[in-house]
């Protein structure tokens, strides 16, 4: 059971980036996932999270407006846009085996399957 999130780099100030999570060893379809980031000396962040229906999708606020959760059926996707250079951070997502709620979805330890990260860096 692993998770993969790619697709991170080297993006300008104003840029954008589009993240995907991937699983092997189960099907990720029916789980609720989150993406979370972590820069370095910084506590891990909630970022978004999407539904396994994908119908609810939620945002810290520090991305709303500018980052874009979505889903289909074998892929996770987090579209960035309007980076800034305090989006740079290692980026995860992880899978929660329970239906997330407004209590739980932004708390890191909800999540019980998580990715090795992909890191973004937002630089001139």
């Known amino acids: 059971v692993q998770l993969q999130a790619s697709g991170g780099g080297l993006v300008r100030p104003g840029g954008s980036l589009r993240l995907s999570c991937t699983a092997s060893?189960?099907?990720?379809?029916?789980?609720?996932i989150g993406w979370f980031r972590q820069a370095p000396g910084k506590e891990r962040e909630f970022v978004s999270s999407?539904?396994?229906?994908?119908?609810s999708t939620y945002y810290g606020d520090s991305v709303k407006g500018r980052f874009t959760i979505s889903r289909d059926s074998t892929t996770v996707y987090l579209q960035m846009n309007s980076l800034k250079p305090e989006d740079t951070a290692l980026y995860s997502c992880?899978?929660?085996?329970?239906?997330?709620?407004?209590?739980?979805?932004?708390?890191?330890?909800?999540?019980?399957?998580w990715g090795q990260g992909t890191l973004v860096t937002v630089s001139s």
């Open positions: 992880a899978v929660s085996t329970s239906a997330l709620n407004p209590l739980s979805r932004e708390i890191p330890r909800t999540y019980k399957v």
């Open positions: 060893g189960f099907a990720l379809e029916y789980f609720d």
């Open positions: 999407v539904s396994w229906t994908g119908g």
